[in-house]
C-alpha cells in the first residue's frame, strides 16, 4: 500500500516507540519523514535504516526553534511539508498532590506546548499542500486515570486547542484530527512495572483484552489521518484503543 506516496511528515518522537513505529510505517506507505527526538542513537539508527525516505533532527519539542527548524528540514530537504504527527510527550505519574512545578512544566511543556510550537510552525507549508495534522490525545485524560494528572490535564488542551484548530483552518485546506492510542510502549512497560494492579485492572476489563501494538494497531491510524482517506474528517478524536473507550 502507497497511499502516502510523495508525502512529507514530520513525527514529534519519531525515532523510537509508538512514534519510531510511525516514522516506519508511513515511509512503507511512500512518505519521507522527517524524525524529531531527543534520542540522538535511534535517530541515527532510523535514517541508517532508511537514509533516502527518513531525515532526523535532535530537539526538545518544548522549543518553538526546534519546530521551526524541523519545518526547514523538511523543505530543504524533500521539497515541502504535508503533515505533522504530534506524538511525543513526558510526563511523571505521581498522584495529583504529589506532582511538583517541575513535573507540570514537564508535561505541559513538551505535550501541549510541543503540540502548539509544531502546529504553528508548520501552517504556513501545510497551507500551501493542503496538509493534516495528527495530534496525540489519551483514553487516560478522557477517563481521569489516576496519577496521570499532568499527562491527562497537557492531552484535554491538546483536545481543545485541535478543535479549534480544525475550525479555523478548515478554511486553508488543513485538516486536524486527534488519535487516542492504547499501545504497549516501552514508557507503558515502565507504567505496569511501576503500577501492575492498575494495569491488570485496565487489562481485565479490556474488551480484547490487550494493549495494542504500536506498528500493526496505531501507526495505520495514523497513515489514514494523513492520507486522502480522511479528507472529509476534521476535529475527531479516533480511539486506537481495542475498544476501550466508546465515545458518543
Known sequence: MKNL???VIIVTGGAAGIGGAITTVLTERGASV????????????????????IAFLKGD?????????????????????TGVVNNAHASKQKPLMELTEDDWSLSMGTGFNGTLNFMKAAYPELKKTK??????????????QKNQASYAAAKEAIRG??????????????????LCPLALTEGVEKWKEAYPEQ?????????????????TDVA?????????????????TLMADGGDIKLR
Open 5 to 7: 506516496q510523495d508525502q
Open 34 to 53: 522527517v524524525a524529531v527526538d531527543i534520542d540522538e542513537a535511534a535517530g541515527k539508527e532510523k535514517v541508517d535504516s532508511n537514509p533516502e525516505q
Open 61 to 81: 519539542i518544548s522549543k518553538p526553534e526546534v519546530a521551526e527548524e524541523a519545518v526547514k528540514m523538511a523543505v530543504s530537504k524533500f521539497g515541502k511539508l
Open 131 to 144: 496538509g493534516a495534522i495528527v495530534n496525540f490525545g489519551s483514553g487516560a485524560a478522557l477517563t481521569g
Open 161 to 178: 486547542l485541535s478543535r479549534v484548530a480544525a475550525n479555523e483552518w478548515a478554511e486553508d485546506g488543513i485538516r486536524v484530527n486527534i
Open 199 to 215: 494495569y491488570q485492572e485496565i487489562a481485565d476489563k479490556h474488551p480484547m483484552h490487550r494493549f495494542g501494538d504500536p506498528q
Open 220 to 236: 495505520p491510524v495514523v497513515a489514514f489521518l494523513l492520507s486522502e482517506d480522511s479528507q472529509y474528517m476534521t476535529g475527531q
